[in-house]
Nanobody, 121 residues
């Protein structure tokens, strides 16, 4: 079993930063962050393998978000800088098996409960 718990969400103004954390039990080769804006479908934000050999970022967050994974602490973080109102969403961490971690190529099936991020103008 894999259990995921997110934390670090909150309300900020545009241009500010937040750092999300996901702690997990069990293991999967691929870990990722997804988000679901109000009234919209869930979308992939960032992903990486345990080895850190590859990272995926959605075009909308490239240059602003950074994914980090700390295997020894069973923790994955998402540093979010230069936040925009469009980043407002429920953010989820997720896990997948396999060696290809790009969410456009691999299905993520294990999810955390989510943490809310709200960005105001």
């Amino acid at each position: 079993q894999v259990q995921l718990v997110e934390s670090g969400g909150g309300s900020v103004q545009a241009g500010e930063s937040l750092r999300l954390s996901c702690t997990f039990s069990g293991s999967r080769y691929c870990m990722a962050w997804f988000r679901q804006p109000p009234g919209k479908e869930r979308e992939a934000v960032a992903a990486m393998s345990g080895a850190g050999g590859s990272r995926y970022y959605a075009d909308s967050v490239k240059g602003r978000f950074t994914i980090s994974r700390y295997v020894s602490k069973d923790q994955m973080d998402l540093q979010m800088d230069g936040l925009l109102p469009e980043d407002t969403a429920m953010y989820y961490c997720a896990a997948a098996s396999g060696t290809i971690c790009d969410p456009t190529q691999t299905q993520y099936t294990t999810w955390g409960q989510g943490t809310q991020v709200t960005v105001s103008s």
